[in-house]
């Protein structure tokens, strides 16, 4: 393969040509997309504890295994977060019942963090099948704000920081031109046909998405949960909660949200994510068990990619490109990930033995789409330790392109092209969803 480098700036991806340089502007960085270059490495296993005692059984991946790797994780991955805040409500911004011609209803609800209507407060935009009864329910951040996924002009626009849309663009406010311009990665109308609500929200609510010292966003407000009163030149603990913590428990506020909303139900709830998003589907699946199902789309560093494999992104490029996303400890492991106690596919086997589908797509070599395949793959024992079917699978080589694996309780795809969510990918995760979410 012609080596090639390449750059990404905030999710701007540019292909250069052989052996460019600076990466940007910040360091050099050459990413190994060579296999035989991949170091060798062993991955911890999912079921042996840290003190080397066997996990033989379900009783104790549930009370002892399982409690230990959320713990590893938190600590030197992720961060910790704080709980469910006292004082949150919701407030229902409006409700329009003839949506998408009639099919569904469009609802926007303010979920307020804080007591009053004055504090931090995130914004849940939510397409509901009129159905009559509960529906299941994909839940997925945005990264461009509630207004860019459908032309709908009812959909407010967001007044908080928005992200940068491109190279060149300073003005980060929401404006009418945005409206639906992301509406392709979000196929609201396919969902609601195939019976389930949309609910979505905007990622820069929760945290915005730059490296601020976490000075912004909820960890403004909540921190001191986490790190205990500091003085303002003091150091943050090491495992402080990052951006990804920070946007997985803005979506379990939206969970708690939707426990009170009796058009959705709330024991059906997929999570789904793309890219720093998939990563934090994972996380939010992991930490929160009353998300039913999981979806990861090309997430790979610090998301599906196992990081002992340093093939595309690796540990230090992301703490470095990303200080924010993780917790400061995490950065130990810069260029020592066989140091780390943990590796992604714990990750993965810390939803089971809930579904979870990790998609790859072939021109995608930065998210690593083989780490991604085996980070399932070595996830497999602990589904099946826990009576489910796990990946139906034997071969540890990654599947041929286009033929999605989507019978077991682990689903994974190769998708045919780059970095990206596309119609094919949603078809397969409603496949999914319709075998584990609609059955009575
Ligand atoms: C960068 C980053 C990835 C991330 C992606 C995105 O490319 O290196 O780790 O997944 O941005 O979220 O768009």
Known sequence: MLSMVFLRCASVLVVLGPMAGMACGQDDFTPNY?????????????????????????????????????????????????????????EVLDNEPQALGGIATRRQVRMHLTEGTDGPSIDVLMYVPNAGRPVPAFLGLNFYGNHTIAPDPNIRLNTNWMRNRGPGIVDNRATDETRGTHAPYWPVEMLVKRGYALVTMYYGDIDPDYDDGFKNGVHAAFDEQVTGPLADDA????????????????????????????????????????????????????????????????????????????????????????????????????????????????????????????????????????????????????????????????????????????????????RSGKHDITGFDWQQYLDFADLHLTKE
């Open 34 to 90: 060579d296999e035989s270059k991949v170091p060798e490495y062993t991955l911890p296993d999912p079921l042996v504890m840290q003190d080397g005692t066997p996990v033989a059984d379900a009783e104790t991946w549930n009370t002892k295994r399982r409690p230990e790797l959320l713990s590893l994780f938190r600590e030197h991955v992720y961060g910790r977060a704080p709980g469910k805040p006292e004082q949150l409500h919701f």
């Open 235 to 414: 150091v943050r603990p090491g495992d402080a909660w990052g951006s990804i913590a920070a946007w997985a428990w803005g979506l379990s506020r939206c969970v708690d949200y939707l426990e009170t909303d009796a058009d959705v139900n709330a024991a059906r709830v997929a999570v789904i994510g793309h890219s720093r998003l998939g990563k934090t589907s994972l996380w939010a699946g992991a930490t929160d068990e009353r998300l039913a199902l999981v979806v990861s789309n090309n997430s790979g560093c610090g998301g599906a990619a196992l990081s002992r494999r340093a093939f595309g992104e690796t540990v230090s490029r992301i703490n470095t490109e990303f200080p924010h996303w993780f917790c400061d400890n995490f950065s130990q492991f810069n260029n020592n990930e066989a140091a780390l106690p943990v590796d992604q596919h714990e990750l993965i086997a810390l939803i089971a033995p809930r579904p979870v589908y990790v998609a790859s797509a072939t021109e995608d070599l930065w998210a690593d789409p083989l780490g991604e395949y085996l980070a399932a793959y070595h996830a497999n024992p602990v589904y099946k330790l826990l009576g489910t079917t796990g990946l139906p699978r034997e071969s540890a080589d990654l599947p041929p392109a286009d033929e999605p694996i989507k019978t077991g309780t682990i689903g994974y795809h190769l």
